[in-house]
């Protein structure tokens, strides 16, 4: 079984619309969760992370994280078609980054 | 601005050549990553590193080595190139006890 998994896509939505990324994990020793984007020949960004549970918020992004089911989010409100990209979920432990498959978004205007 | 420098964007190589891509950092980070990424598979770890001479496989060091003689730097190796390694290789660093990842801007390499 994979560390973390997420659902690869493609998601297409509507501009305005809100969007809803989301991983599970395996592993409850898990502290830190993070969001990364990536465009399309570009390396990874980090997005936004959050430690242990609860919510963290950054203008239009939102990030979850449910320890107990071991569950992450990233909402996105009123999508724009520069969030187009690919966004890749990961769990830091120790010195170790695990990561997602991430899931491909085109926001469509 | 910190900046994660890989030598080459593309490049185009023949089965059986060795290959070297070149990971540079100006963070004075103690940690550096290799990854490759591939469709539907997404990031795959190939070798980290923890500290200078240190190197650790990752999930898939078969047909690649690594080389970390300065903190700066980190090399990936691949032996004799198979068109199976046909990929996005991405470098990465980050500091011990830190929670981000920085990365290059990757290199896509072909094997012809």
């Known amino acids: 079984q994979k560390e973390v998994e997420q659902d690869p896509g493609p998601l297409s939505v509507p501009e305005g619309a809100i969007v809803s990324l989301n991983c599970t994990y395996s592993?409850?020793?898990?502290?830190?969760f993070m969001w990364y984007r990536q465009y399309s020949r570009k390396g990874p960004e980090l997005l936004m992370y959050?430690?242990?549970?609860g919510n963290k918020e950054d203008g239009r992004f939102t990030a979850q994280v449910d320890k107990s089911s071991k569950y992450i989010s990233l909402f996105i409100r009123d999508s724009q078609p520069s969030d187009s990209a690919t966004y890749l979920c990961?769990?830091?432990?120790?010195?170790?980054?695990?990561f997602g498959t991430g899931t491909s978004l085109t926001v469509i205007p | 601005d910190v900046k994660v420098t890989q030598s080459s964007r593309y490049l185009v190589k023949r089965t059986g050549e060795k290959v070297f891509l070149e990971c540079v950092q100006d963070?004075?980070?103690?940690?550096m990553f290799w990854y490759r990424q591939d469709p539907g598979l997404g990031l795959r770890l190939i070798y980290f590193?923890?500290?200078?001479?240190?190197?650790e496989k990752g999930d898939i060091p078969e047909g690649y080595s690594v080389s970390r003689e300065k903190k700066e730097r980190f090399s990936l190796i691949l032996e004799s190139a198979s068109t199976n390694q046909t990929s996005m290789y991405l470098c990465?660093?980050?500091?011990?006890?830190?929670?981000?990842?920085?990365f290059g801007q990757g290199t896509r390499l072909t094997v012809v």
């Open positions: 990465a660093s980050s500091s011990t006890g830190g929670t981000e990842a920085f």
């Open positions: 592993n409850s020793a898990f502290q830190y």
């Open positions: 959050t430690y242990s549970s």
């Open positions: 990961a769990l830091l432990s120790g010195n170790q980054f695990y």
């Open positions: 963070m004075d980070h103690e940690n």
């Open positions: 590193s923890y500290d200078v001479k240190m190197k």
